[in-house]
């Protein structure tokens, strides 16, 4: 299998991710009396991340089609633990942080999951300094919060550890 078909499988399992988790989003309700309902952020998101991968992956498959077409010096720069152009070591960090965001967000809430998914991402796959990694982290949560919570007065969801501290 050729590099670009590699990333195309893996594009379209990301775009099919996406819309799966989009589509149970609406589950949680999209607008209710009059109001943007909880389920709205999750699914604007997943089916922006979903149509994104898409695209993506349909560029991919538009580029080159074989390696003795890609471009010169395309694998020359890769990592030793990277096989046709996928570091490895990356995918398997950003899947241990979209499986801590999903076994963590009922219990944690979106802030505490998504916040701990990033630094994870941010830190260990793209090695990006703490200082920068945190300023980024908090910029993210609070662009989501004012957007959300303050513009749209959409509620996230209370994670279910609350009932610990307000009975």
């Not at 149970?24 to 979903?50: E, T």
């Not at 694998?75 to 801590?100: M, R």
Request: with cysteine; aromatic share 14%; charged share 10%.
């Amino acid at each position: 299998m050729t590099r670009s078909r590699v990333e195309a499988v893996c594009l379209l399992l990301l775009a099919v991710s996406m819309a799966v988790t989009g589509w149970v989003s609406l589950g949680y309700g999209l607008w209710r009396d009059g109001l943007p309902g909880a389920g709205l952020y999750p699914a604007v998101i997943a089916f922006l991340c979903a149509a994104c991968a898409g695209v993506e992956a349909v560029r991919t498959q538009k580029g080159y089609n074989s390696e003795a077409e890609a471009p010169a010096g395309a694998d020359d720069e890769a990592p030793e633990w990277s096989v046709h152009g996928i570091v490895w070591s990356k995918l398997a960090i950003y899947a241990v942080s979209f499986v801590v965001l999903v076994l963590t967000f009922d219990f944690l809430g979106f802030f505490v999951s998504s916040g701990t998914a990033t630094l994870i991402i941010l830190l260990f796959a793209e090695r990006v300094g703490i200082a920068k990694a945190a300023f980024v982290t908090a910029a993210l949560l609070f662009a989501s919060y004012a957007i959300f919570e303050i513009l749209l007065g959409v509620h996230f969801p209370a994670p279910a550890i609350a009932q610990f501290w307000n009975p």
